[in-house]
């Protein structure tokens, strides 16, 4: 399940929908930091539903099926988007949100190369999120995800 952050900080977020003015998140993951860009035109409502969650928290795992990508299960949860600006081949740094339907609704986190899939077979996830920088430290995060285990992962409006 999502966890907004409650840390008394709005985070840049305002109005009943959670709009951002800032298209930047930060993302704080395995004691490191990465920007990432919003994919507005690609995948307008799931950006749009993301930032009403902003901040948020969740812990990262590696994923199961798709390969060198960290994964973050939200069972039931639903967005209130559908499919949009889907791939199965994200590259490393391409966030996908899978709204549900096949498998459990879900975060995928890649960090290398991933053939995005579930028990079910090959899924595809809505790319909503690109790293534009830190993504050299992308391969040391699946590293902690695989030999340490479960990683905080924090998502902010970048300031």
């Known amino acids: 399940m999502l966890h907004k952050k409650d840390d008394g900080v709005g985070g840049g977020c305002t109005g009943a929908s959670g709009e951002c003015a800032d298209t930047m998140l930060r993302i704080r993951v395995a004691g490191m930091t990465f920007r990432a860009r919003f994919e507005e035109e690609g995948a307008p409502q799931t950006v749009a539903a993301f930032k009403g969650l902003l901040p948020y928290s969740e812990r990262l795992i590696q994923a199961r099926w798709s390969g060198e990508s960290g994964?973050?299960?939200?069972?039931?949860?639903?967005?209130?988007?559908?499919?949009?600006?889907?791939?199965?081949?994200?590259?490393?740094?391409?966030?996908?949100?899978?709204?549900?339907?096949?498998?459990?609704?879900?975060?995928?986190?890649?960090?290398?190369?991933?053939?995005?899939?579930?028990?079910?077979?090959?899924?595809?996830?809505?790319?909503?999120?690109?790293?534009?920088?830190?993504?050299?430290?992308?391969?040391?995060?699946?590293?902690?995800?695989?030999?340490?285990?479960?990683?905080?992962?924090?998502?902010e409006v970048a300031e």
């Open 71 to 155: 994964w973050i299960p939200l069972g039931d949860f639903q967005l209130g988007v559908g499919i949009e600006n889907a791939t199965s081949y994200p590259s490393p740094g391409e966030i996908l949100f899978y709204p549900g339907g096949f498998s459990e609704t879900e975060i995928l986190f890649p960090y290398g190369r991933t053939c995005f899939a579930s028990t079910m077979g090959q899924l595809a996830g809505n790319h909503f999120l690109t790293i534009v920088e830190g993504n050299d430290q992308l391969k040391e995060v699946g590293r902690r995800i695989v030999w340490e285990g479960a990683q905080e992962i924090v998502f």
